[in-house]
């Protein structure tokens, strides 16, 4: 396994004007991570244009450019605009020159569906536009694929209905580490069951707090069960985050891991303790 970050990460940073993304792209380098991954969404200015240059500015830097994440909702009344926007996304990891794309396949809730609300019901709605996708990705030799994110589609046994429904090689999970406790599923099962289809990981940190608590404040949100939790460093909160890699590694993964902090914390004082226990995780794995 090699060590990577999202520019997710300095998000904070980057929306309070102290990064630009080629800061980010530096001091990744700086760091010491042997990679980078770039969230971005359609709020990126200069489009193709600007995509093209950080690719140069991490070609210069000497930094691989591991995945592209951006999002989607497949389940809107103008499916057919959004698989074509989702499609230009795919363009803009050619540019880059990232071997894998990450896109989200609904939104968090089941807006102005008048139908009988249950996942099984939409996965025939999503799924063909989620193939056309991937369809069009492969031509340009992409890989696509969905993380555990969004309440409705985070469930290990509802990704693979998704999965299993698209049908097609060319795309595949996005394990985010974290996020199985916002639908309050035990990690590392939830983890087990989608190993084989891992095409990239997502390094994530939660505190855990029982919903029968009172609420903490600021910085917690809720799962789907009412539990509270809050992003963190890695590697100091209450995922079992080795025991996820490990049942990653024992199932043949051997590729990056990419941190994504969205905790409270100092960024870039968590950002470092973050690598320092993904390096160490990775020479106690093997």
Same mark, same amino acid.
């Given at each position: 396994? $090699?060590?990577?970050?999202?520019?997710?990460?300095?998000?904070?940073?980057?929306?309070?004007?102290?990064? &630009?993304?080629?800061? *980010?792209?530096?001091?990744?380098?700086?760091?010491?991570?042997?990679?980078?991954?770039?969230?971005?969404?359609?709020?990126?200015?200069?489009? !193709?244009?600007?995509?093209? =240059? @950080?690719?140069?500015?991490? /070609?210069?830097?000497? @930094?691989?450019?591991?995945?592209?994440?951006? #999002?989607?909702?497949?389940?809107?009344?103008? +499916?057919?605009?959004?698989? /074509?926007? *989702? $499609?230009?996304?795919?363009? !803009?990891?050619?540019?880059? #020159?990232?071997?894998?794309?990450?896109?989200?396949?609904?939104?968090?809730?089941?807006?102005?569906?008048?139908?009988?609300?249950?996942?099984?019901?939409?996965?025939?709605?999503?799924?063909?536009?989620?193939?056309?996708?991937?369809?069009?990705?492969?031509? $340009?030799?992409?890989?696509?694929?969905?993380?555990?994110?969004?309440?409705? /589609?985070?469930?290990?046994?509802?990704?693979?209905?998704?999965?299993?429904?698209?049908?097609?090689?060319?795309?595949?999970?996005?394990?985010?580490?974290?996020?199985?406790?916002?639908?309050?599923?035990?990690?590392?099962?939830?983890?087990?069951?989608?190993?084989?289809?891992?095409?990239? *990981?997502?390094?994530?940190?939660?505190?855990?707090?029982?919903?029968?608590?009172?609420?903490?404040? !600021?910085?917690?949100?809720?799962?789907?069960?009412?539990?509270?939790?809050?992003? &963190?460093?890695?590697?100091?909160?209450?995922?079992?985050?080795? +025991?996820?890699? +490990?049942? @990653? =590694?024992?199932?043949?993964?051997?590729?990056?891991?990419?941190?994504?902090?969205?905790?409270?914390?100092?960024?870039? @004082?968590?950002?470092?303790? /973050?690598?320092?226990?993904?390096? !160490?995780?990775?020479? +106690?794995?093997?």
């Amino acid at each position: 396994m $090699k060590t990577c970050i999202s520019s997710y990460s300095f998000s904070r940073l980057l929306r309070e004007g102290k990064m &630009t993304y080629f800061d *980010v792209i530096e001091k990744t380098k700086e760091l010491g991570f042997d990679a980078i991954e770039f969230s971005i969404g359609d709020e990126l200015s200069g489009g !193709r244009e600007m995509v093209a =240059k @950080l690719r140069d500015k991490c /070609a210069e830097v000497g @930094l691989p450019i591991a995945s592209y994440t951006t #999002g989607a909702n497949f389940f809107v009344a103008d +499916q057919a605009k959004e698989i /074509a926007r *989702v $499609k230009e996304h795919v363009d !803009r990891a050619v540019i880059l #020159g990232a071997p894998v794309m990450r896109h989200d396949v609904c939104g968090p809730y089941y807006e102005g569906y008048t139908g009988v609300k249950t996942f099984d019901a939409i996965v025939p709605i999503i799924a063909p536009a989620i193939r056309e996708v991937t369809d069009y990705a492969a031509t $340009k030799g992409i890989r696509t694929m969905s993380e555990n994110h969004g309440h409705v /589609a985070q469930d290990a046994d509802r990704l693979l209905k998704i999965f299993t429904a698209v049908g097609s090689t060319n795309y595949g999970w996005l394990c985010d580490i974290g996020n199985f406790c916002c639908a309050d599923e035990d990690p590392a099962i939830s983890v087990g069951k989608l190993a084989p289809l891992c095409m990239h *990981v997502h390094c994530k940190d939660m505190f855990l707090r029982s919903g029968m608590l009172p609420d903490p404040g !600021r910085g917690w949100g809720r799962s789907r069960a009412g539990n509270y939790f809050r992003g &963190t460093i890695f590697g100091h909160g209450n995922i079992p985050t080795f +025991q996820c890699l +490990q049942v @990653l =590694k024992r199932n043949g993964y051997d590729g990056y891991i990419s941190l994504e902090f969205e905790g409270i914390e100092d960024t870039l @004082l968590a950002i470092e303790i /973050a690598l320092e226990n993904m390096k !160490r995780y990775i020479a +106690q794995i093997g």
